[in-house]
């Protein structure tokens, strides 16, 4: 285990470089691009600036403190569903348990991925253009691109953030994404989802204030039919972004003088 | 300073002001301590801000605690920032303990000797 956790972190370093500079030359090229299929920014609701969400640990619209996982009513399982929430053991929640924790992010220092990387009480920033919108998370310093006004690809890479195509329908965003690792959980409690995962999101700004997420979930495998979720932001104006990079060398510092654990590999001095 | 406990109390419900990186697995959310302590350390950094405090009983022993507080971005958020305590600082602190005992805690609000509540 901890060669792998080495190796991801390796792997994540790596992945974290190589989305700066994609981020940065993406820009650089929607910004030249001669073809603008999108309206121009100024026709189409503006979405951007920097918003920050609540601490929830649950998805279910009933159930977001996850008091009743597996049994909130409004999330339609199926057994394979039913059977994986029984078997996780997640670090927030009534049952909740840290040291021994099964959660992927907190246990191997996976990417949240997507929805889960917006429910951290922690800021995103949606940086708008005709043709892309990208939203940028403090949380690991992680990003997703929405194409606009595009199809899938042919054959969709699986990702830890899948791949989202949008457009607008009025005042709202209407983005679709699939392509999912299937290792992630939606949510802090563990609700699952398969490779099969489809997401539909309606982005709407509500408010000057507010920016407002639906979701929709939709994976035969693990619900019995789609299921509804929603996400809330508010405007936060002061241009702050700061970082909150979760590593197993910081991870190993902080259960070794919290839980008294022992470290599995020699903790990374401080300087 | 005189170290003293301003209280244990046992509550019905505790909200959090903090999210923590450990939650009721590790911490005691239906006791609260609350005590004068000097900051020995404060320690800005991932995945949750650490605060280390001595405190003196009435007979002028030291017991040095760890607390954990939430991670940079949400303490930011909570108008903290890195220099917001130094080494020596005295102030009144209020925190959930560790589950297992032991001189660690969850804090969940402190105020300085000037007043200012973080």
Redesign the interface.
Known sequence: MVERCGERLKMRNRLCWSAVWSLGILGFISGCSAKNAGKPISQVPDLSGIW?GK?IQSLSPSDPTAQKPGAEGDIPYTPWAIARMKAERP??GRN????NTTDPALKYADPDGYPRASI????FKIVQTPDYIYQIW??NKSWRQIALNRPHSEVPDISWFGESVGKWEGDTLVVDSVGFNDSTWLDPIGHPHTEDLHIIERIRRVDPETLVFNFTFDDPKAYTKPWDGQLAFKLKTDG?M??????IS??LR?RQ????EKPTIPIRPSH | MKGKVFALGVLLTAIPLF?H??????YDMSKEVTLEATVTEFIW????V?IGLDTKDDKGKVRHW?L?AS????M??RGWNRKSLQPGDVMKVTFNP?QRG?S?GRLIKLIKADGKEL
């Open positions: 920050l601490a670090a927030t909740q348990t840290f040291a951290h009480p922690m800021r403090e949380y702050i700061t970082e909150t990079i979760y590593t910081d991870e902080f003088r919290f839980l008294n | 999210a990186h450990g939650g009721t697995s590790l950094t991932n995945p949750h650490e760890i954990e991670s940079p971005p949400v930011v958020n560790a032991g660690v």
